[in-house]
Nanobody
Framework: QVQLAESGGGLVQAGGSLRLSCAAS????????MGWFRQAPGKEREFVAV????????YYADSVKGRFTISRDNAKNTVLLQMDSLNPEDTALYYC???????????????WGQGTQVTVSS
């Protein structure tokens, strides 16, 4: 069992940065791939980024590639999402999730946090 809690969301102007954090409970954190997803009002949940269990591999959605960076610290049971050059299209509720599979499909994720809101003003 893994419990996830996101933090770090907020309101930022276009071009600004935010860093999201996801704290995980449980002693098996380091066996899970960790992903970030987001959902804007009226839209489906979409994949943002994933990092494998030891942090050696990452993969990003095209829409955030080059602007967002995912990382993890297994000693601290934490995964981060550094978001730079934000634009209004990045406005959404951001979720972190844990999966036994290095995946981009949200249905393959077993555990989810409650989400943290990111709002980018123009």
């Amino acid at each position: 069992q893994v419990q996830l809690a996101e933090s770090g969301g907020g309101l930022v102007q276009a071009g600004g940065s935010l860093r999201l954090s996801c704290a995980a409970s449980g002693r098996t954190f380091n066996v899970y791939a960790m992903g970030w997803f987001r959902q804007a009002p009226g839209k489906e949940r979409e994949f943002v980024a994933v990092i494998n269990s030891n942090g050696a591999r990452t993969y990003y959605a095209d829409s955030v590639k080059g602007r967002f960076t995912i990382s993890r610290d297994n000693a601290k049971n934490t995964v981060l999402l550094q978001m730079d050059s934000l634009n209004p299209e990045d406005t959404a509720l951001y979720y972190c999730a844990a999966s036994r599979t290095y995946a981009v499909t949200h249905s393959l994720y077993d555990y989810w946090g409650q989400g943290t809101q990111v709002t980018v003003s123009s």
